[in-house]
């Protein structure tokens, strides 16, 4: 079956401006994770969806990121007032339950110039 | 917070050498730990994933073990192969459901 997609693959935006990217999970995957990657780093936590609801933000940067999945399944992360230090790669799992493997999709790799 | 350390950070070995690529953790509470491979510009590949209750799992020419009393897992590959070239991640699961990662092992097999 399908795997994790993440769009866009790659995005390039100014320095102050909205972003917004996509996760498609595995089909009936409950729990849906956020991660960041930086150049020559291990991804590292953002945030954590137990179906609709963000069951564990503790992740996120500060206030200009957010993230939903308002029906379950596709989440969206948002990033507003975007700044340099936001380029990297997002990624995006899924897992059937929590606590079980985690998908990983391919990534979008975003670059604030 | 849990730290997870992969050690080494590269390694090059010629093509049909067996090699051990070592990840410890600093908080032993962990749900399971989980080895993936990253190809360059690509996203994470799952090999091998360890509840906190077993010894060790094995996949094809992959073996990983786990003690989780010492915080120490190794990732075990038999008969490298060049298509085996990438970087491998150790991630431990907490019962916080987020994975901690390593910074990995980039590995290089030479034919």
New interface residues.
């Given amino acids: 079956g399908a795997g994790?997609s993440q769009t866009p693959s790659n995005k390039v935006t100014e320095k102050g401006k909205y972003v917004e990217l996509r996760c498609d999970p595995i089909s009936g995957h409950t729990?849906l994770?956020w991660?960041r990657q930086s150049l020559?780093?291990?991804?590292?936590?953002l945030i954590?969806f137990q179906g609709t609801g963000a069951?564990?933000d503790?992740?996120l940067p500060n206030d200009r990121f957010f993230a939903v999945r308002p029906e379950g399944s596709v989440s969206t992360l948002k990033i507003q007032r975007t700044e340099r230090g936001d380029s990297a790669v997002y990624?995006c799992?899924s897992s059937q339950q929590?606590?079980n493997?985690?998908?990983?999709?391919?990534?979008t790799?975003l670059t604030v110039t | 917070k849990q730290e997870?350390t992969q050690i080494p950070a590269a390694l090059s070995v010629p093509e049909g050498e067996n090699l051990v690529l070592n990840c410890s953790f600093t908080d032993s509470a962990i749900?399971?730990l989980?080895w993936?491979r990253q190809d360059p510009?690509?996203?994470?590949?799952?090999l091998l994933?360890i509840q906190s209750s077993q010894r060790e799992q094995t996949s094809g020419r992959l073996n990983a073990s786990l003690d989780k009393s010492s915080g120490r897992s190794t990732l075990y590959i038999a008969a490298s192969q060049p298509g085996d070239s990438a970087t491998y991640?150790c991630?431990v699961?907490t019962g916080?459901?987020?994975?901690?990662?390593?910074?990995?092992t980039r590995l290089t097999v030479i034919p």
């Fill in positions: 994790v729990a994770y991660y020559g780093q291990g991804p590292e936590f954590y069951a564990d503790s992740g990624l799992a929590p606590g493997e985690q998908y990983f999709g391919p990534g790799r | 997870v749900y399971n989980q993936f510009g690509k996203g994470l590949t799952s994933l991640l991630a699961q916080a459901n987020n994975l901690f990662f390593g910074t990995g």
